[in-house]
Antibody, heavy 118, light 110 residues
Framework: EVQLVQSGAEVKKPGESLKISCKGS????????IGWVRQMPGKGLEWMGI????????RYSPSFQGQVTISADKSISTAYLQWSSLKASDTAMYYC???????????WGQGTLVTVSS | QSALTQPASVSGSPGQSITISCTGT?????????VSWYQQHPGKAPKLMIY???KRPSGVSNRFSGSKSGNTASLTISGLQAEDEADYYC??????????FGGGTKLTVL
């Protein structure tokens, strides 16, 4: 079974750093792009960026370029999303998803809730 | 890269059909046959329902269908059932290895 399992919920203070993870299993992790999607409370889905774990080629949405860093460690089939200095506005659910050659996302991870509050 | 435009809400009675539109531009929906649709129930992760505009993944009911005309893609759900009540999102390739989502549509089954 193809599966993406994300790390658990985080509660952080403004200015702190954070790295959340997404571990793939049941398929060749290095052969598919992994995407990250933000969902702010009560809002819609926003495409943040993608990474190809095979060579770490990364693309960002202009809205998130410079705000987050996407990385991957293919040796442990894990992709990451990290912040160097969190803001309250980063409070959201973050999903990872495998991107197929048809450019759709399937499957999705269960989501990681990030709460940033002083 | 602006979000694709979807109606905020649609509703229908059990057994009826509804259609959700997703309007983009000639730079995304209009240029590529790479629109996908996702269903999201409250508190759950999104689920792929349609890809490449009109194809259904294995396991998705044939009550779900997709189409495209110009810069607008559409998702139609026929024979509405209570379990179809959810949020629906479209997503399109926008060139240069980027994607854009729609704002989402809340489907209410009356």
């Amino acid at each position: 079974e193809v599966q993406l399992v994300q790390s658990g919920a985080e509660v952080k203070k403004p200015g702190e750093s954070l790295k959340i993870s997404c571990k793939g299993s049941g398929y060749s992790f290095t052969s598919y792009w992994i995407g990250w999607v933000r969902q702010m409370p009560g809002k819609g889905l926003e495409w943040m960026g993608i990474i190809y774990p095979g060579d770490s080629d990364t693309r960002y949405s202009p809205s998130f370029q410079g705000q987050v860093t996407i990385s991957a460690d293919k040796s442990i089939s894990t992709a990451y999303l990290q912040w160097s200095s969190l803001k309250a506005s980063d409070t959201a659910m973050y999903y990872c998803a495998r991107q197929l050659q048809t450019r759709c996302f399937d499957p999705w991870g269960q989501g990681t809730l990030v709460t940033v509050s002083s | 890269q602006s979000a694709l435009t979807q109606p905020a809400s649609v509703s229908g009675s059990p057994g009826q059909s509804i259609t959700i539109s997703c309007t983009g531009t000639s730079s995304d929906v209009g240029s590529y046959n790479l629109v996908s649709w996702y269903q999201q129930h409250p508190g759950k992760a999104p689920k792929l329902m349609i890809y490449e505009g009109s194809k259904r993944p294995s396991g998705v009911s044939n009550r779900f269908s997709g189409s495209k005309s110009g810069n607008t893609a559409s998702l139609t759900i026929s024979g509405l059932q209570a379990e179809d009540e959810a949020d629906y999102y479209c997503c399109s390739y926008a060139g240069s290895s980027t994607e854009v989502f729609g704002g989402g549509t809340k489907l209410t089954v009356l």
